[in-house]
């Protein structure tokens, strides 16, 4: 049976888990990964509407994945470390390899 420690564990992780868990944060996770940038350079750049960016960005933020800093009037959103943008490589080639196996699959199957 697992401790109330690890509980707690586990639960902060499942949280960080959800906040890679929307396409629109993986592309803005992935856009932060060039560097620091505004809610509407973000927007332009991934053709999101500003509203929208700004909702994910919040998000991302609370968790703990992205950090703001003020600079006059413009607010810069960054990764708040750089082993997030290494996490999601990680995701990215497991998913390549789940996408093979499912090839392999299909192949076997129709013929």
């Known amino acids: 049976m697992a401790s109330d ?12 888990c959800k906040s890679f868990a ?24 991934l053709e999101i509407p500003q509203a929208v960016v700004s909702r994910h960005l919040a998000i991302l933020r609370e968790r703990g ?22 996490a999601c490589d990680m995701m990215h080639q497991i998913l390549l390899g789940q996408v093979e196996k499912n090839k392999e699959l299909a192949e076997r199957l129709i013929a």
């Open 5 to 16: 420690h690890s509980l707690e564990l586990y639960t902060l992780k499942a949280e960080l």
């Open 22 to 45: 929307d396409p629109r944060r993986q592309m803005l996770i992935d856009a932060l990964r060039k560097g620091e940038s505004t809610v509407g350079n973000l927007a332009r750049a």
């Open 65 to 86: 994945v992205a950090s703001a800093r003020r600079e006059g009037t413009n607010v810069y959103y960054s990764l708040s470390d750089p082993k997030i943008g290494e």
